[in-house]
C-alpha cells in the first residue's frame, strides 16, 4: 500500500495522510507493551507514516515515541504540545514553556520538535475550560492574546533551532476566536476534530451528541475555510469519535452513554451504507481522508493489529459519491 503525502500549510513539509496519534503508545502498564508500543512505530515509519502527535501529558508518549525513532529521526515530523497547568503561570509563560520543551526534548531523545501545539481549548476569555461535562483536569481556557503570546515566548526557541513551528489545538474551541488566530498569521497548523457524526468543523450543524461545535453551526463557514483560505496545515483528529466507531465496543458502558450513543448512531449509517466490505473504523478513516482541506488524519494507534488495519485502508475500495452522498442526507437528517 502506498500512502499519499499532503502540504502541510505553509511550512514547506510534505505530511503523510494518515498520522500517528501518540496518547495511547503512553499508557502502557510494562516494560513489555512498552516495547510493543515502540515495535508499533518503528512499523508506522517502514510503512510511510511520516506524522506523529504527541504531549507531554499523554502518560509516557513522548519516552516510547523517542525510544523508537531515535535512528530515523531525520525521516519523520513529530508534533508535540506545551499546557500550562494554571492561570497564574501565564505570567511567567517564557519559563514554563521553555522548561517544558526541555523536558519534550530529553524524552523524545531528540535536538528540536518540528510543530509545538498550544494545548488548551482557545476561548472568548481566560477562563475555566467549558463546554464538556467532564473537562481535563489543569487545562485553563487562553484568549486570543495568551494565544499570540505564546507565540511571542517561543521565538526564542525557533531561533535556537529547537522549534520549527507553531500550531494550535482547535477543537472545542470558541469559533470567532480560533477564526482570528487563524487570520493572525502566526500559526502553521491547527488540530480540529473531524469525523462522519461531527462534521461542524465543516460549516455543519452539530448531532447532539458529538463531542463540540467547531464550525459556525450554520453553514456559513468553518474552521476547514478558514485554514485553508489562510494556509494552515489541518489535523484531523478524532476520526474515530473517543472509540465509538468501531463494529464492536471493547468496553461496557451504559446505553446512555455518549459513546454508546455514537456507537449506534455508526452502525446505524454503515447499514443504510451497505458496505459490508468495510469495517466501520475503515469506513470512518475513509470518510476524513476525502476532505483534501486535511492535511493528515491523525489515527491513535497502539498495535501491530490497529496499525496494519489502518495501513491498509488504500487498498480497499474508495467510497462512492453516491456513498458520500448519503452520508451527508444522512448527517443533515439527524443533526439539530
Not at 464492536?248 to 447499514?271: F, M, P
Amino acid at each position: 500500500m502506498i500512502l499519499k503525502y499532503n502540504n502541510f500549510g505553509k511550512t514547506g513539509l510534505k505530511v503523510s495522510e494518515i498520522g500517528f496519534g501518540g496518547a495511547a503508545i503512553g499508557y502502557t502498564s510494562g516494560e513489555d507493551e512498552d516495547q510493543a508500543c515502540i515495535t508499533c512505530v518503528k512499523k508506522a515509519i517502514d510503512f510511510g507514516i511520516n506524522f506523529f502527535d504527541t504531549s507531554p501529558v499523554y502518560g509516557r508518549s513522548e519516552i516510547n515515541l523517542g525510544r523508537a525513532i531515535n535512528e530515523k529521526r531525520d525521516k519523520i515530523i513529530v508534533a508535540s504540545k506545551v499546557r500550562i497547568s494554571d492561570i497564574s503561570d501565564l505570567e511567567k509563560m517564557k519559563t514554563v514553556i521553555s522548561t517544558s520543551v526541555e523536558k519534550s526534548l530529553v524524552r523524545l531523545k531528540t535536538d528540536y520538535i518540528d510543530i509545538l501545539q498550544i494545548h488548551h481549548q482557545v476561548g472568548d476569555t481566560r477562563g475555566k475550560y467549558q463546554f464538556r461535562n467532564n473537562p481535563p483536569e489543569f487545562a485553563p481556557r487562553l484568549d486570543f492574546h495568551d494565544c499570540i503570546d505564546f507565540v511571542h515566548n517561543v521565538d526564542h526557541l525557533i531561533q535556537s533551532g529547537k522549534i520549527r513551528f507553531i500550531g494550535l489545538t482547535g477543537w472545542d474551541g470558541d469559533y470567532k476566536t480560533l477564526k482570528m488566530l487563524l487570520e493572525s498569521g502566526k500559526f502553521s497548523s491547527i488540530q480540529i476534530l473531524y469525523n462522519v457524526l461531527n462534521q461542524t468543523a465543516n460549516g455543519k450543524h452539530i448531532i447532539s451528541n458529538s463531542d463540540c461545535n467547531q464550525g459556525s453551526g450554520n453553514g456559513s463557514g468553518s474552521i476547514l475555510d478558514l485554514a485553508h483560505a489562510n494556509n494552515i496545515a489541518v489535523l484531523g483528529i478524532r476520526s474515530l469519535a473517543n472509540g465509538a466507531i468501531v463494529d464492536n465496543l471493547n468496553r461496557k458502558l451504559n446505553q446512555q452513554d455518549k459513546v454508546s450513543i455514537d456507537h449506534r448512531q455508526a452502525k446505524e449509517l454503515k447499514a443504510i451504507l451497505r458496505r459490508e466490505d468495510l469495517s466501520l473504523s475503515q469506513l470512518a478513516l475513509l470518510f476524513c481522508l476525502k476532505n483534501k482541506k486535511i492535511s493528515s488524519v491523525i489515527t491513535g494507534l497502539k498495535t501491530i493489529n490497529e496499525l496494519e488495519e489502518i495501513i491498509n485502508i488504500r487498498s480497499l475500495d474508495d467510497l462512492t459519491i453516491q456513498n458520500l452522498n448519503t452520508i451527508a442526507s444522512w448527517y443533515d437528517n439527524i443533526s439539530v
